[in-house]
């Protein structure tokens, strides 16, 4: 199985996505949206943005490492999760850039 984006509806009836490698982890995580158009065209702007440095943010918080794919006018397309080390905040990112390409996308509700 080769990774994929999950989307999702919450509660509230809105949308967000998440992508995942091939081993089901969740790599990316979007922020949430009114509709899911909106999500979807995000998936795409991943799928397009994932393979430039520039668009990567790292950051740090207290003990905490992560980072923030965005587009070229600087909106966030997706947050990773948290990490205790600067190294796997960066091999996230590695996997993010190299699966983020995917064209398969899995809706869950």
Not at 75 to 102: I, N, P, Y
Request: with cysteine; proline share 3%.
């Amino acid at each position: 199985m080769s990774s994929w984006f999950e989307l999702n509806k919450t509660p509230d009836g809105e949308y967000n996505f998440n992508l995942k490698s091939e081993s089901g982890e969740t790599l990316l995580t979007s922020p949430n949206y009114y509709s899911k158009g909106n999500a979807k065209m995000d998936i795409s702007d991943v799928q397009h943005s994932c393979a430039y440095d520039a668009l990567y943010e790292k950051k740090s918080e207290g003990n905490q490492h992560y980072f923030e794919l965005k587009t070229p006018k600087r909106r966030v397309l997706g947050t990773s999760q948290m990490f205790k080390s600067a190294e796997d905040r960066d091999t996230a990112l590695a996997a993010v850039k190299s699966s983020g390409g995917t064209k398969t996308t899995k809706e869950t509700f």
